[in-house]
């Protein structure tokens, strides 16, 4: 069964940081890329980030570009997402996915396979 546990999520004044866990479990880590995505209440969906598990390419969205860093632990089958200079607008509930390749596609997740349960990120200004 493929598990994927976030944590890391809080209550972070404007220009703090935070950084996300995403421990997998239930499949082959090196085989798939691991991508972030966040949900705010009334919107839609989006892709924040995603690593490529067979040659670490990383993919940012443009409104995280420079502020949020993605990496992994391929020993602890962990991707981490570290994010700085936080904007209210950074909040949401984040969501870790597996994608369905080793490569990252980047259109909204229809190439997610499973997600985990999502973690809450709250910004205050």
């Known amino acids: 069964e493929v598990q994927l546990v976030e944590s890391g999520g809080g209550l972070v004044q404007a220009g703090g940081s935070l950084r996300l866990s995403c421990a997998a479990s239930?499949?082959?880590?090196?085989?798939?890329?691991v991508g972030w995505f966040r949900q705010a209440p009334g919107k839609e969906r989006e892709g924040v980030s995603c690593?490529?598990?067979?040659?670490?390419?990383?993919h940012y969205a443009d409104s995280v570009k420079g502020r949020f860093t993605i990496s992994s632990d391929n020993a602890k089958n962990t991707v981490y997402l570290q994010m700085n200079s936080l904007k209210p607008e950074d909040t949401a509930v984040y969501y870790c996915?597996?994608?369905?390749?080793?490569?990252?596609?980047?259109?909204?997740?229809?190439?997610?396979?499973?997600w985990g349960q999502g973690t809450q990120v709250t910004v205050s200004s």
């Open positions: 996915a597996q994608e369905g390749s080793w490569y990252c596609v980047t259109n909204g997740g229809v190439n997610v396979i499973n």
């Open positions: 239930g499949f082959t880590f090196d085989d798939y890329a």
């Open positions: 690593i490529s598990s067979s040659d670490g390419r990383t």
